[in-house]
């Protein structure tokens, strides 16, 4: 339990940095949603085509992986969308909780990764979020579409930026490098992993920033589901498939950990403009945040 504190624990210590700072307005209201732009727009995906483009990719058993997490991920959102009308929400909340359960915070999974388990962590966790990003957009953009929240206008849009996200065309791009043989060669791959570096203690510190204590209130049972669902069962779910499909340590403890990590902040901006619940969202991304840093090494204790 200690190694697991060890390695968990710096980052839980930006993260209320980051809280810290947001509380205060420091360095100012304006700095935090552009820093932000560029940690999702330039620095993380950076950081995915280093780690993808010269990995050793053939070491991770990319199909197993797969069963675990997305055979957890496809088997909540299937389970969630059957049991809609027993969880007695409006369509906006029950979005909220939809997403609450399926995305995760990726910046907390590839700090982690690299954390437990050096350059063999980050690589299965490049891998891991080059399978389960698409899937979690296309479901959770599904998830609107389906509970009527989102409108027809905004259908095209919301696809045209799935087919644009940042992470999404990081990973096609680190893995055409890698599968192509071209990699990273000479400087360029200098510059494009000295830009990624910067991407993991920002993107933590602003995971902070991005925490709204006030927004708790008021939103007891969608929360405590959410809560549930994502730092419980799912956890469980992953490492009982882990445990069956017979993957090895690192990447059972990667699997264990992606699957046990809050919610991600950016499911808060897709709430406001597909018709959410935002408010119910920013609540969830707080209270699991702040859980999190009990459940999640608690989870990884138990694996080891």
Known sequence: ????????????????????????????????????????????????????????????PVLRLAVALLGTMSLFALALWCGRHRLGLTPAAFTSLFQGTLRFNTYVGVAGAAALHGQAGATVAAVAVALMVPLANILCVGGFIAAGTLGASSLGRSFAALARNPLILACVIGITLNLSGIGLPGWLGGAVELTGRAALPLGLIAVGVALRPRALTGHGRAFWWSATLKLGATPLVVLSLAWLTGLDPVSRDIALLFAALPTATSAYILARQLGGDAELMAALITGQTLLAMVTLPAWMALAS
Not at 3 to 30: K, Q, T
């Open 1 to 60: 339990m200690s190694g697991v504190n060890e390695a968990l624990g710096p980052l839980f210590l930006l993260i209320l940095l980051g809280a810290l700072l947001g509380w205060r307005r420091i360095p100012g209201d304006d700095f935090w949603p552009a820093m932000e732009r560029l940690i999702y727009f330039l620095l993380f995906p950076a950081m995915l085509i280093a780690t993808l483009a010269t990995a050793d990719v053939a070491q991770v």
